[in-house]
């Protein structure tokens, strides 16, 4: 089992890759039913100025497009990242009864770290959580975006401080 969540959580990273492309958090999704991608989504937050543009979202768009209904009850989802509150959300709501995540999100998951809105008991419908599938890949992808975010941000910042001081005319 195992070997196959690995090669759907690859086809997550690949999906996390164009979020990457594109300047966003590399998060990506796949949507698996009867062992096909029904459904694949990266994250487009910024890109579409939308804050319902979650790779989770857009894939299950797509999955629930795919079989013609908004159940997607013997489908397995991929995802890269810990989902959050919004996400784990409509996981519940689409009836999907399996999730395998990629790495933890300690500061926004809502799969275990913060909330566990999968499996609460109190909804109508809890979901199989399978933690850690290729892990590194995953975790290292988001930690290599953020240090380099760090960087830009900070060299934008500096030549947006030179452009001032050289030009100290047009900001009055």
């Known amino acids: 089992m195992m070997e196959l969540h690995e090669k759907y959580m690859r086809e997550a990273l690949r999906q996390a890759r164009k ?3 594109l300047g966003e958090v590399p998060i990506g999704c796949v949507i698996v039913c009867g062992g ?6 990266y994250n487009r937050r910024n890109t579409d100025k939308n804050t319902l543009s979650h790779a989770e ?7 629930s ?8 009850e013997d489908c397995t989802l991929y995802v ?7 996400c784990s959300g ?9 999730v395998v995540i990629g790495c933890m999100n300690p500061k926004a998951g809502c ?3 913060i909330l566990n809105i999968l499996q609460m ?3 109508n419908h809890q979901v199989n959580v399978t933690k850690g599938v290729l892990e590194e890949a995953c975790s290292d992808m988001l930690t290599t975006f953020f240090k380099e975010l760090r960087v830009r941000n900070k060299l934008e910042k500096e030549m947006k401080k030179h452009e001032e001081t050289d030009n100290p005319s047009q900001n009055a």
């Open 90 to 98: 409509a996981i519940v709501q689409a009836r999907i009864p399996e």
């Open 80 to 86: 890269t990242l810990e989902p959050c509150q919004m």
């Open 57 to 63: 979202i857009t894939a299950i768009n797509k999955a």
């Open 36 to 41: 096909k991608i029904i459904g694949r989504g």
């Open 111 to 113: 799969a275990g770290s």
């Open 19 to 21: 979020a990457y492309a």
């Open 121 to 123: 008991p109190e909804f």
């Open 65 to 72: 497009k795919h079989v013609g209904d908004w159940r997607l």
